[in-house]
C-alpha cells in the first residue's frame, strides 16, 4: 500500500534512514524510530527507542512483563502518541499521523485480545476493512478470499462470538492481512491456544510473509513459536532494546536469560 | 437476473421492490423478511387511520409523532454509533427557538418554510459543533453523555434568563419561562404560488361507512416525515456508512486501525442525529404555535433515553414505538404518577429486558422459527450488497 516514491522530492518529512546516512545508500529500512520515549506520568514505558524493520523481515519482539513490547507498538500504530522522539515509516515521518492515516500507509495490527466484532457475522467481520476499497463482485471475491484464508469457510453467517479462541484470531489476522498492509503487528497472536492452533498461526504468519511480502512485528512469549517464525529477534527490557540478534544468539545469551528469570539486578522494571 | 433480458428484468415491479429491500434490509435492521413489511404496512395503515376512526384524536397523535422523531434521532445516534447522548433534547429545543424566531419575524409561508430548514438545520449544526470539540478533542464514553446533558441544562439556564425586552431577536422576543408565543400558524409553501395552512385546520371528510369525519393535516405531514426518516435510516445504517458506525460502537479503536476515521463518523452521525432532533423541535413548535424552555430541563432530556432504552436502542422501530407507547401512558396517567410510572419504566427495561422490548420480540421470534425449521437456518437477516 505504500507509495513513497512519487512524494519523495515533495515530501519535506522525508528523510534518510541511520543506516542510509551510515553507508551513504538506500536501505530496505521499512520503519524506524529514532529515540522514541512514552512516559505515563512519572514512569518510564519506553526510553529513547531506536528500532528499524526491514522491508519484508519476520522481526518477533520480546522481553519480561513490562518490558514496553505493547507500548512500542501502540506508538508505531499511533493509538498512543509519543512522548518524545519520531517514527519513520517508508522513509516518511508519520509520529504526527493518525491512527487510520497510518493504516493508509500501509501499516496494519491485530490486537493481544481478539478483537472481531462479536455481534456481526464472520462475512460482515471480513467485509468491513474490504469494504473501502473494493466494490460488488470483486467486494464479494476478496471477502470470501479472507474467510477462506481464516480457514473458516461454511462459518461466513456464523456471529464472530461464537467462534473459538483460535478462530476469532485467524479472523482477525485476515482482516488486518485484507487491508494489503506493507507492515503487520502483531501483538500475541497465540496466547491461549491450543498446540495446533499455534502451528496453524505459525503457518498463517510465515505464508504470509514469505509469499506476499508483509513483514511482521510480532509480540511473543512462547520463544519456540518465535523460534518457528522470526528472522530477527529484539529482546526489549525495562522501555529499552536489550538485544537483538537471531534467536540462537537470544536464547544462548546469559543476560536474556537473566532477566527474564529476573536474577539480573536491573529486572525489577514494572510497566506496560 | 435472466441474462437475456437484463434490461427489461431490472425495470420490471419485482426487480424495482427487490432493490428496494436490498437498500431497506440489512444485519444491522430488525425486521428482514416480507411479513415484517406486511405488519409494517397494517401499523401504518392504522395510523393512518388513527384520526379518521376516532375522530379527533389525531392532535395528541400528531405529537407522539413529533416525538417519534426525537427517538428515532437518539436510537440512531446511541444505538448505531454507541454515542449515549443525554441531550438530544439541546437540538430539539434549539431547532424549536430557531423556527419561532424566524417564522414569527417571516411569517408569510416562505418565511415559515424556509424556518423548518433553519430549525432543521440549526439542530444539525449545533450538533456538529459540539460534536466536532468532543469528539475531535478525544472525549469518549459516560464523558459524551456528560456533556450533552450540561448542554441542555446550560441551555435551560440561559433560555429561563430571556425574559427581558433586550432577549428580542426582531420581532421575536425570547420571552424567559413564559416562553415564545406568537408564531405564525403551520403554512407551508411559496408566497404567491401555493401554501397550505398544516395546524389549526381541521376539516370535516365525509368516509363511506363511518360518516363525517375530521381531517389533520398536521398530523399526516408528520407521519409522513416520520416514516420517510424512519426508512431512510434504515437505508443509512444498512449502508457501508451504517457498517462502519456498528463496528465503532463496538469497537473504536479496533474499527480505528482497520483505516476508518472514526472521529468523522461519529461527527456525521451525530449531526444527522442533531438535525433530526431539530426537525422534530420544529414541528413541536409548530404544532403548539409555542416554545418555552422547559424542552430543555432534565425531565425532558431523560425522556428520549427511557424510550429508546424501552424500546430498545438497537432497533429504529422500538424507539418510535417505545416512544408512542410511553408518551401515551404517561398522558393517560398524568401528573406525578406518570413520572413514577416512567421511571418504573425504566428500571424494568434495565432489569429484565435491558436489549429493549423490540429485540427480544425479534430473538424470540427467530428462535421460535428455529426451532420451527428444526435446526435449519432461522431465516436470518438476508446478506445485503449496497454496492
Not at chain 2, 31 to 37: K, T
Request: hydrophobic share 45%; aromatic share 10%; glycine share 12%.
Amino acid at each position: 500500500m505504500s507509495d513513497s516514491t512519487s512524494q519523495e522530492s515533495l515530501d519535506p518529512n522525508v528523510r534518510q534512514t541511520a543506516a542510509e546516512i551510515a553507508t551513504g545508500d538506500r536501505t530496505d529500512t521499512l520503519l524506524q524510530t529514532d529515540e522514541l520515549v512514552k512516559t505515563f506520568g512519572g514512569f518510564t514505558a519506553t526510553d529513547s527507542v531506536d528500532f528499524s524493520v526491514e522491508a519484508g523481515e519476520l522481526r518477533c519482539l520480546i522481553g519480561p512483563n513490562g518490558a514496553g513490547k505493547s507500548t512500542l507498538l501502540k506508538l508505531i500504530t499511533g493509538t498512543l502518541s509519543a512522548t518524545d522522539g519520531s517514527v519513520y515509516y517508508d522513509g516518511h515521518e508519520i509520529t504526527e499521523l493518525a491512527p487510520n492515516e497510518r493504516v493508509s500507509r500501509g501499516i496494519s495490527m491485530k490486537f493481544q485480545v481478539p478483537s472481531v466484532y462479536g455481534d456481526l457475522s464472520v462475512r460482515e467481520n471480513a467485509r468491513l476493512p474490504i469494504q473501502q476499497f473494493a466494490d460488488g463482485d470483486e467486494r464479494e471475491r476478496r471477502v470470501q478470499a479472507a474467510i477462506d484464508a481464516a480457514g473458516l469457510t461454511g462459518h461466513e453467517d456464523d456471529e464472530a462470538s461464537t467462534l473459538s479462541h483460535g478462530q476469532q484470531q485467524q479472523l482477525e489476522i485476515s482482516m488486518a492481512a485484507s487491508l494489503e498492509p506493507d507492515l503487520l503487528l502483531l501483538d500475541e497472536p497465540v496466547a491461549g491456544l491450543s498446540v495446533d492452533e499455534r502451528a496453524e498461526i505459525a503457518d498463517r504468519i510465515t505464508t504470509l510473509n514469505r509469499e506476499e511480502g508483509i513483514a511482521f512485528i510480532v509480540i511473543e512469549h512462547d520463544t519456540d513459536f518465535v523460534a518457528e517464525i522470526a528472522d530477527k529477534v529484539t529482546v526489549l527490557h525495562k522501555g529499552d532494546i536489550f538485544r537483538e540478534g537471531s534467536i540462537e544468539e537470544i536464547e544462548s545469551d546469559p543476560a536474556v536469560k537473566r532477566i527474564y528469570l529476573g536474577t539480573d539486578e536491573d529486572s525489577g522494571g514494572d510497566g506496560q | 437476473m435472466a441474462a437475456e433480458s437484463p434490461a427489461a428484468d431490472s425495470r420490471s415491479a419485482p426487480a424495482a421492490i427487490a432493490r428496494l429491500r436490498n437498500r431497506l434490509e440489512g444485519p444491522n435492521t430488525i425486521g428482514n423478511s416480507r411479513w415484517f413489511w406486511v405488519g409494517f404496512a397494517l401499523v401504518l395503515a392504522v395510523l393512518v387511520a388513527i384520526p379518521i376512526v376516532g375522530s379527533g384524536t389525531g392532535g395528541q397523535f400528531s405529537l407522539f409523532l413529533v416525538l417519534g422523531l426525537l427517538g428515532l434521532s437518539l436510537s440512531f445516534v446511541w444505538g448505531y454509533a454507541g454515542i449515549l447522548s443525554f441531550g438530544q433534547t439541546v437540538f430539539f429545543g434549539v431547532g424549536a427557538y430557531t423556527f419561532g424566531v424566524v417564522s414569527i419575524n417571516f411569517p408569510s409561508p416562505t418565511g415559515i418554510t424556509g424556518a423548518v430548514v433553519a430549525g432543521t438545520v440549526a439542530g444539525a449544526g449545533l450538533a456538529a459543533l459540539l460534536g466536532y470539540f468532543m469528539f475531535y478533542g478525544g472525549v469518549r464514553d459516560v464523558y459524551v453523555t456528560i456533556i450533552t446533558l450540561v448542554s441542555t441544562l446550560v441551555a435551560l439556564t440561559f433560555m429561563a434568563q430571556t425574559a427581558g425586552s433586550e432577549w428580542t431577536i426582531g420581532e421575536a422576543a425570547l420571552g424567559g419561562f413564559n416562553g415564545m408565543p406568537g408564531m405564525p400558524l403551520f403554512t407551508l409553501g411559496i408566497e404567491g404560488l401555493f401554501s397550505f395552512q398544516f395546524v389549526y385546520n381541521e376539516y370535516e371528510v365525509f368516509i363511506p361507512l363511518l360518516g363525517t369525519r375530521v381531517f389533520d393535516p398536521f398530523y399526516y405531514l408528520v407521519l409522513v416525515l416520520l416514516v420517510a426518516a424512519y426508512l431512510g435510516l434504515r437505508v443509512l445504517v444498512n449502508m457501508d456508512f451504517g457498517r462502519v458506525l456498528v463496528a465503532i460502537r463496538e469497537d473504536e479503536d479496533r474499527t480505528m486501525m482497520f483505516g476508518y476515521d472514526v472521529e468523522r463518523a461519529k461527527l456525521v452521525a451525530f449531526t444527522i442525529g442533531g438535525g433530526l432532533a431539530g426537525l422534530s423541535g420544529v414541528l413541536y413548535a409548530a404544532r403548539n404555535v409555542y416554545i418555552d424552555p422547559s424542552v430543555f430541563e432534565l425531565y425532558f432530556a431523560t425522556l428520549p433515553v427511557v424510550w429508546v432504552s424501552v424500546g430498545g436502542r438497537k432497533s429504529l422501530l422500538g424507539a418510535v414505538a417505545a416512544t408512542i407507547a410511553v408518551e401515551y401512558l404517561r398522558l393517560s396517567l398524568g401528573g406525578e404518577f406518570a413520572l413514577v410510572a416512567v421511571g418504573a419504566l425504566l428500571l424494568l427495561s434495565i432489569l429484565f429486558l435491558p436489549g429493549g422490548v423490540v429485540p427480544w420480540v425479534d430473538g424470540k421470534i427467530a428462535r421460535s422459527r428455529l426451532v420451527a425449521s428444526d435446526g435449519d437456518s432461522p431465516g436470518g437477516p438476508a446478506e445485503v450488497s449496497d454496492s
